[in-house]
């Protein structure tokens, strides 16, 4: 009988492992969460994604005449979270500390904006409506 190149598995077990046991690296890179979304600034409509990363809101998209649009906010930079209806829809408004504004719609399911506004609220000191 030929003997076979490592180690037998047959006694390893299996274990999971819970997130706080996790290296600070991998617990940061586990907290992003990235949505669907159109987003507007002052001047441009972008259609993309936005993505809640542990310091920073990062939106990506392109426009209607194919140009890119990136933009990173810092969670300290939001001043107003606002969550209303437009014409039947619903929209974030994000006031910003430069005095720009962001408009947010969703294109994901249905719930998945009120769930951004409630991590965007959790992440911002300012009162918010």
Do not use: Q
Request: charged share 30%; with cysteine.
């Amino acid at each position: 009988m030929s003997e076979a190149c490592g180690f037998s598995a047959a006694g390893v077990a299996t274990f999971r492992m819970h997130p706080w046991l996790a290296p600070p690296s991998i617990r940061k890179m586990s907290e992003a969460t990235t949505y669907a979304i159109v987003w507007h600034d002052e001047e441009n409509r972008f259609v993309g994604s936005l993505r809640l990363e542990p310091d920073v809101m990062r939106l990506e998209g392109r426009g209607s005449g194919g140009e890119e649009g990136l933009r990173t906010v810092t969670y300290g930079d939001i001043r107003r979270i606002e969550l209303r209806r437009n014409n039947g829809s619903r929209e974030i408004a994000i006031s910003l500390a430069d005095n720009d504004n962001l408009l947010l719609t969703s294109l994901d399911a249905p719930g998945s904006l009120g769930e951004l506004a409630d991590r965007l609220r959790r992440r911002t000191d300012y009162p918010h409506s």
